[in-house]
Nanobody
Framework: QLQASGGGLVQAGGSLRLSCAASGRTLSSYDTAWFRQAPGREREFVAAISRSAIITFYADSVKGRFTVSRDNAKNTVYLLMNSLKPEDTADYYC???????????????????WGQGTQVTVSS
């Protein structure tokens, strides 16, 4: 089971750190990604990290502001979100897939295990 947490209400320019904790699954065996879905919009890729943490990818919209990391000892993946904007408002989901991370990491269909979302609201 994947448990996403850390969402909340923050003013524009603020920061949040999301956590994706796993139980019954060893996250270090999987590539992990964050997706988000805003009301009325499709789910979109945000960031991904390989199981070794050597490779990371980001959507252009968050590059330079968000950082994905993992602590395999804690079986947890994080998403640090800085300089938040109102357009970052969405439900954020973590998901895992079998390695290698490959070139299709943005595709939600490749991820076979999803956690519930955590809501992030950025006020202007």
């Amino acid at each position: 089971q994947l448990q996403a947490s850390g969402g909340g209400l923050v003013q524009a320019g603020g920061s949040l750190r999301l956590s994706c904790a796993a139980s019954g699954r060893t996250l270090s065996s999987y590539d992990t990604a964050w997706f988000r879905q805003a009301p009325g919009r499709e789910r979109e890729f945000v960031a991904a990290i390989s199981r070794s943490a050597i490779i990371t990818f980001y959507a252009d919209s968050v590059k330079g502001r968000f950082t994905v990391s993992r602590d395999n000892a804690k079986n947890t993946v994080y998403l640090l979100m800085n300089s938040l904007k109102p357009e970052d408002t969405a439900d954020y989901y973590c998901a895992t897939k079998q390695p290698p991370i490959g070139g299709s990491y943005r595709s939600a269909t490749l991820y076979d295990y999803w956690g519930q979302g955590t809501q992030v609201t950025v006020s202007s």
